[in-house]
């Protein structure tokens, strides 16, 4: 299908490059310093490769990735490994990038999709952020577990430790105030009401080193605020032309600012690349998986695919199973009562995705199904299945109108 094309075999120190024209297959070996990329993309165009095909290992595609994109190359694909993965045995670097060519030259290759170089750095700082917030996490458990070593129960009354009480508490113990009921008037708010609690939680025996290590923890905690606090602004400021799409996404029970900036992140907002709401689904990782022999389907994990975007609809699934009176929450907790809760996690975060693909598709505000939607929709079944259940039981049942009972869901 192609004349001219160029296979990569990408390591972390060595680039196998085959170009395949009408004048016949050439390899060449290239570093992966800068200066070796750049003579790649000078070698590709002097061959007149208008496509190129390479692997996504690791992070090593991403510099040739963008050189080539800032060269014009006109098509770049990275291939997903195990679509193309050859049969072992006979397995070198060059027969590697001859085998990515010759499936290139053939049409049979199919990439990956990959952002615009705009929404790549926006994704980068938003997964940054995210890390920094569950290094944030790390280190306030690791503080909780100085405080339980310590014997000062603090978690036990109040609900978040570094709260304006609870940061206030800790400070005062990391400066020699050792007096529980002196610590215990430093609570503010409703916490005021907790007082004889707080005395007896905070009596505890602190060491000279426990201290040290409290100290060192709100410093980290404090510079881990600030950092997030700048990336904050800066995914601010790069979302700023899709401040409509995040407000439709902020719409959604269980998803929110932060929630609706990593998943435009990971997306984008043009939903036309995805065919429909099943391939974007699969994309992500969050669709059921297949596994049919002898026409028999049996059980089978979800996909793998993108862990950032998995990982956040699934924390917005379990936000809106707390949720009240929504469709969400009634499809969690149906499905929770037969499959369990991580399943039933992944169900919601799955619908949530769909409702997501539509609504930037329609741009339609987000519309509650309501809580007995799936009651509604299943009434006939219902019905029956009641009726059936009495007349087991030895009970008589007389239906007013069957006439219901025929019409259609």
């Known amino acids: 299908m192609y004349e001219r094309c160029c296979g990569l075999d990408i390591h972390k120190k060595l680039i196998v490059a085959c170009s395949i024209t009408p004048k016949g297959k050439e390899i060449q070996s290239f570093g992966t310093m800068t200066e070796d990329i750049i003579s ?47 049969v072992p045995g006979r397995k070198t670097d060059v027969k590697d990038a001859e085998w990515i060519a010759d499936l290139l030259r053939h049409g ?3 990439g990956s999709y990959i952002p615009d170089r705009d929404q790549r750095e926006l994704r980068e700082l938003v997964r940054y952020r995210r890390s920094l917030i569950e290094e944030r996490t790390r280190e306030v458990n690791r503080l909780q577990k100085i405080l339980e070593g310590a014997n000062i129960k603090l978690a036990s009354v109040a609900s978040n430790i570094l709260g304006v009480s609870g940061r206030a508490m800790i400070d005062a113990i990391i400066q020699d105030v050792n007096d529980p009921v002196l610590l215990a008037s430093l609570a503010k708010g409703r916490l005021k009401n907790k007082k004889e609690a707080l005395e007896k939680a905070l009596k505890g025996l602190i060491g000279a080193h426990q201290k040290m290590i409290l100290a060192t923890q709100l410093e980290h905690i404090d510079f881990l605020d600030q950092k997030i606090g700048n990336l904050d602004r800066e995914v601010v400021n790069r979302t700023l032309p ?14 929110g600012r932060r929630s609706a900036e990593e998943i435009i992140a990971e997306i984008g907002t043009d939903m036309s690349r995805f065919p429909s709401d099943a391939h974007l689904s699969s994309w992500a990782g969050m669709s059921p998986g297949q596994n049919e022999s002898a026409g028999k389907r049996k059980a089978s994990r979800t996909r793998k695919g993108n862990n950032a975007l998995r990982r956040t609809l699934t924390e917005a699934a379990w936000a809106a199973a707390r ?16 499959r369990g809760a991580n399943r039933a996690a992944v169900a919601v975060g799955h619908t949530i995705l769909v409702i997501i693909y539509n609504m930037l598709k329609t741009r339609e505000k987000y519309k509650d199904l309501g809580v007995d ?37």
């Open 108 to 110: 049979l290759l199919k």
């Open 40 to 86: 790649l993309v000078e070698w590709v165009k002097s061959k007149e490769c208008s496509r190129v095909a390479m692997e996504s290992t690791g992070v090593y595609w991403k510099p040739i990735y963008n050189l080539l994109e800032l060269n014009e190359v006109e098509t770049t694909l990275v291939i997903n490994a195990q679509h193309i993965k050859a």
């Open 373 to 409: 939607f799936l009651d509604r929709r299943r009434k006939n079944y219902t019905i029956k299945r009641s009726l059936k259940t009495l007349q087991n039981l030895g009970i008589e049942v007389t239906v007013n109108n069957p006439e219901a009972l025929t019409i259609a869901n």
């Open 323 to 338: 949720s009240k009176n929504t469709y969400l929450s009634a499809k969690y907790h149906r499905i929770a009562a037969r």
């Open 242 to 255: 899709f401040e409509e799409d995040l407000e439709l996404l902020d719409t959604i029970p269980g998803i």
